[in-house]
């Protein structure tokens, strides 16, 4: 009998985490069956109640789902109560216990896979909600010169950077206010382009070497890269390698191995091609 896993979201059609476990339960002989589960908008709990009822061991969570995933949980991770959101659940002996591993797959993918080391880069986090929440602490954990956090709603970037204060300074204002300042990272953690919209950037923030990272990936070039190549960022890469990263992570958590990522990545690139 094989263990089994599943991602709730909604929607969950999209999921590629299915594919990305598989892929690493047959590289690493793991028993396990991993699926995607759509929950309905207001029966997240249910839902979950249900999978662990039935045998599940563990889960991802996806959108919208991740605080109130925190909030179901009997047990949290430190980086899980400092991101306020969950994206992986295990479930042991009548306990539901909550982890955060989003941020931990972006410093993974931007210093591991890109070759970026953080440490004493100027950082320019785009973005105060949920997933720019998540990456804060891993990315004050690489010990950068400085983070800096803008967004549309300036006094919410003000907020959050103050919940982070304990651990390093961490500055924040609007995009008009970056005029001016120069990052040798800057991450796109807002869901701009998923409207359609582009960000109000002002030009000439990357400094010479800059990576530009964002979140979001799919087929081709995403809009913020390409006004990122337009504004002179000299490498630039997008989120997909997050997403493994992540996921191996959550791997860790449940099979106590590390899987190898490097395989799944260039397969999930080669699917995405233009
Ligand atoms: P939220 O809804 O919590 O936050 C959205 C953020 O985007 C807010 O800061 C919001 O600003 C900002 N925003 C939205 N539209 C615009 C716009 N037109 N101009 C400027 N800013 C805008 O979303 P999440 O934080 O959960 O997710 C953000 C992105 O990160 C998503 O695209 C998601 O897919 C991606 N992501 C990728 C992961 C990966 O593994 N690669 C993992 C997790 C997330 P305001 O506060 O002013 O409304």
Not at 141 to 167: E, Q, Y
């Amino acid at each position: 009998m094989s263990d089994l896993y599943a991602v709730f979201g909604n929607p969950i059609a999209h999921s590629r985490s299915p594919a990305i476990h598989a892929a690493f339960a047959a590289a690493s002989g793991e028993a396990m069956r991993y699926e995607a589960r759509l929950a309905p908008i207001d029966g997240f709990a249910a839902a979950i109640a249900e999978f662990v009822a039935a045998g599940g061991r563990g889960a991802n969570v996806t959108v919208p789902f991740k605080e109130e995933a925190c909030r179901l949980c009997h047990r949290l991770s430190e980086r899980a109560a400092r991101a306020g959101a969950v994206n992986t659940l295990s479930f042991c002996a009548g306990e539901i216990v909550g982890d955060n591993t989003d941020g931990v797959g972006l410093v993974q993918d931007i210093a591991g896979n890109l070759g970026f080391p953080l440490a004493g880069r100027r950082i320019l986090l785009l973005g105060a909600g949920g997933a720019a929440r998540g990456v804060i602490a891993p990315l004050l954990a690489g010990l950068p010169a400085s983070l800096h956090i803008a967004n549309r709603s300036a006094d919410k970037a003000r907020a959050l950077a103050a919940s982070f204060a304990d651990i390093a300074p961490v500055t924040a204002g609007s995009f008009a206010e970056l005029a001016g300042k120069s990052f040798d990272l800057v991450i796109n953690a807002t869901s701009a382009s998923l409207a359609g919209e582009s960000l109000p950037l002002p030009a000439g923030r990357f400094a010479a070497g800059a990576l530009a990272y964002d979140m979001m990936y799919g087929k081709g070039e995403t809009p913020f890269l390409q006004q990122a190549r337009m504004q002179g960022a000299e490498r630039r890469a997008d989120g997909l390698g997050m997403l493994v990263e992540q996921a191996a992570e959550a791997f860790r958590i449940w099979r106590g191995r590390r899987p190898e990522t490097a395989p799944v990545l260039a397969e999930l690139r080669r699917q995405l091609a233009p």
